[in-house]
């Protein structure tokens, strides 16, 4: 009996460790080991450690996630999502600035093989905090109800104080309350819908390192509104003077209404400015000429204009030497004959043309813009480019003729 044990002795160890290893095999294929890289968000714990102290922290280089390697069993690894792992940064463990990351997956403690994070450890940089004071200036959005504008933005209060590493208040270059103003008609105080802060850049700068002694909903923003109304302007010529036989035949204002703004009390006063005879003061003149005039200096007190970059008033005194009588029409009023097949046209910077007439003051008195039927033929025109081309006048009442010489420059262009 004992020979028969003994008998083969290699062999039974043999098919003894090939068994082992077919179990293993067997193991494996039924309950594999895999591998998964989840990117948890770091959390970092007991800051007390440092704030305590009069000063704040942050992660170097603003990392947020960290990589986490981790080995378990397929059938386990299927149910392991992101948020269950834990990547702990205890400030009580830092050492020189360096803390280690502790991994945990919550609800698969002991399921797992390994889970490491890379790198294992964080840095953090240390700040002192410091203390800023920075003024609030108020700015709106949205739209008012038609003939309103905003006069002026209070902020309530003019200024906060904002607490922080000082890396950070250094970057502040301004605090903004932003306010809806949707929709008002009158003065009001709303609460500002945010506050937001600004670098030199105008960038918007993180908070979260930031505490300030009041938030949003602590900023009222005064709104006082100002009511708007188009008027006219009127010149006084007194002072234009022209040479013997030269007469002032009447001015081309641009723009002949302006919008002005102001308290209702004030604007509604006013349907027209007056402009002083200074304004357009001249001598001896014989030809048209054009005055700017800086509308500003004419406005009521309390009024200013809607548009502060629309000061300038552009005024053509027109001037005619007796028995000639010299008429703008606009050159987009001007037939076009014989426009090139597939073109089209469009005008140089000049919005009017000036033409001459002479004949007898009787007749030239009833002549205007409106009974001129002015045209250009475009026929001698036939590729693309910019032409100054002759403008030609069908008919006349009796007793004028065209003095001619009146060109426009037009532009020829492709469809």
């Given at each position: 009996m004992k020979n028969k044990l003994t008998n083969n002795f290699v062999l039974k160890f043999i098919a003894l460790l090939f068994s082992a290893f077919l179990w293993l095999i067997v193991m494996n294929i039924s309950r594999p080991i895999v591998t998964k890289t989840f990117y948890p968000e770091i959390t970092v714990a007991n800051p007390?450690?440092?704030?305590?102290?009069?000063?704040?922290?942050?992660?170097?280089?603003?990392?947020?996630?960290?990589?986490?390697?981790?080995?378990?069993e397929r059938s386990i690894m299927e149910k392991i999502k992101t948020e269950d792992i834990k990547a702990v940064a205890d400030l009580k463990e830092e050492q020189s600035g360096s803390v280690p990351v502790r991994i945990t997956i919550e609800g698969f403690e002991g399921d797992y093989k390994e889970a490491l994070p890379n790198p294992r450890n964080i840095q953090i940089v240390k700040e002192n905090i410091e203390n800023k004071t920075f003024p609030v200036t108020a700015i709106a959005t949205g739209d008012l109800q038609s003939g309103y504008v905003i006069g002026e933005l209070e902020a309530e209060p003019q200024s906060i104080d904002i607490s922080g590493p000082k890396s950070s208040l250094g970057r502040i270059s301004k605090v903004v309350a932003r306010v809806d103003v949707s929709g008002l008609s009158e003065d009001t105080t709303l609460k500002a819908d945010e506050l937001i802060y600004y670098d030199s850049a105008d960038n918007v700068i993180?908070?979260?390192?930031?505490?300030?002694?009041?938030?949003?909903?602590?900023?009222?923003?005064?709104?006082?509104?100002?009511?708007?109304?188009?008027?006219?302007?009127?010149?006084?010529?007194?002072?234009?003077?022209?040479?013997?036989?030269?007469?002032?035949?009447?001015?081309?204002?641009?723009?002949?209404?302006?919008?002005?703004?102001?308290?209702?009390?004030?604007v509604e006063k006013i349907d027209d400015i007056e402009v002083a005879s200074s304004a357009l003061k001249q001598e001896n003149?014989?030809?048209?000429?054009?005055?700017?005039?800086?509308i500003t200096d004419y406005l009521p007190d309390g009024i200013s204009l809607?548009?502060?970059?629309?000061?300038?008033?552009?005024?053509?005194?027109?001037?005619?030497?007796?028995?000639i009588k010299n008429i703008a029409i606009p050159?987009?009023?001007?037939?076009?004959n014989n426009l090139p097949e597939g073109m089209e046209l469009s005008y140089g910077p000049e919005q009017n043309v000036e033409l001459q007439f002479e004949g007898l003051d009787e007749?030239?008195?009833?002549?205007?813009?409106?009974?001129?039927?002015?045209?250009?033929d475009l026929k001698?025109?036939?590729?693309?480019?910019?032409?100054?081309?002759?403008?030609?006048?069908?008919?006349?009442?009796?007793?004028?003729?065209f003095v001619g010489g009146a060109t426009i420059q037009v532009i020829l262009t492709k469809k």
């Open positions: 007390e450690v440092v704030t305590e102290h009069g000063q704040t922290f942050k992660i170097a280089d603003d990392v947020k996630q960290i990589a986490v390697t981790v080995k378990a993180d908070k979260s390192l930031l505490s300030s002694d009041v938030d949003s909903s602590g900023v009222n923003i005064k709104v006082h509104l100002l009511e708007t109304k188009e008027v006219e302007l009127k010149f006084d010529q007194s002072e234009i003077g022209t040479e013997s036989g030269y007469a002032v035949s009447g001015l081309q204002i641009e723009p002949q209404r302006i919008t002005i703004m102001g308290n209702r009390e004030d003149l014989t030809e048209t000429t054009k005055v700017v005039v800086n809607a548009d502060s970059s629309a000061g300038s008033v552009v005024v053509n005194i027109l001037v005619e030497k007796e028995g050159v987009r009023s001007i037939a076009v007749a030239l008195e009833n002549m205007s813009a409106e009974k001129i039927a002015a045209s250009i001698s025109c036939s590729e693309e480019g910019t032409y100054d081309v002759p403008v030609t006048i069908a008919s006349l009442p009796e007793g004028c003729s």
